[in-house]
């Protein structure tokens, strides 16, 4: 199946703890992303990778690191977790020299912190 | 702030019925997309207009476009059960998707 997938699904950690968030696309666009959705449905762009170059920082704190190591991969990883980074995040992608191209989004990561 | 604000936050509908949202912006765009959340699932790109387009149709979708009021609607005719979910708008402040704005949303439930 064509798709942006991503790992795990639910991922709960204590408070301090290290995670990562894994994300996949094998619909051959060039652009990735790292969404943040909080509890209350709001969405907010956190960073986008352009051919694994970082092109959106959107003042996310510096416990949040992406690696790309290639178009079709972005991962998160996370430092330090805090209970405020409790959220669903979701992974997206999108061709960003298409005219209009929309994105394409994973099912999300519901990270749990206690 | 670029973001989109929807209008309702909440909708609740009988089947057959049609449901209207609205989406209000503040910038310029070059497009305003609309997209679907079903629970516990990831957004799915819906219908994409124009700045210079007022009117577009999809199936039983329609979205129209008055950028002199910065604003935008999304009519759902027919409506199913299965159209229960979170509606949102999305703006592109002049750029390209890289850096897409999402509105509030808009939690749509259609009763069978």
């Known amino acids: 199946d064509t798709a942006v997938s991503q790992t795990p699904k639910y991922l709960v950690t204590q408070m301090g703890n290290d995670k990562s968030i894994k994300c996949e696309q094998n619909?051959?666009?060039?652009?990735m992303y790292w969404y943040k959705q909080d509890s209350k449905k709001f969405l907010k762009i956190m960073f986008s990778?352009?051919?694994?170059?970082?092109?959106i920082n959107e003042t996310v704190p510096n416990r949040f690191s992406p690696k790309s190591p290639d178009k079709a991969h972005l991962n998160l990883h996370i430092n330090s977790l805090e209970l405020g980074d409790s959220a669903v995040y979701f992974c997206?992608?999108?061709?960003?020299?298409?005219?209009?191209?929309?994105?394409?989004f994973g099912n999300g990561t519901r990270l749990t912190v206690t | 702030s670029q973001q989109g604000e929807e209008d309702p936050q909440a909708l609740s509908i009988q089947e057959g019925e049609n449901a209207t949202m609205n989406c209000s912006y503040k910038t310029s765009i070059n497009n305003l997309q609309w997209y679907r959340q079903n629970s516990g699932r990831g957004l799915v790109h819906l219908i994409l207009i124009r700045s210079n387009e007022r009117e577009k149709h999809s199936g039983r979708l329609r979205v129209t476009l008055d950028t002199s009021k910065k604003s935008s609607s999304l009519l759902i005719t027919a409506s199913r059960a299965a159209d229960t979910a979170s509606y949102f708008c999305a703006t592109d402040g002049g750029g390209g998707s890289e850096k897409l704005v999402f509105g509030k949303g808009t939690k749509l439930t259609v009763n069978p």
């Open positions: 990778y352009n051919n694994k170059e970082l092109i």
């Open positions: 619909l051959g666009h060039d652009t």
């Open positions: 997206a992608s999108s061709l960003r020299d298409r005219e209009n191209s929309p994105l394409h």
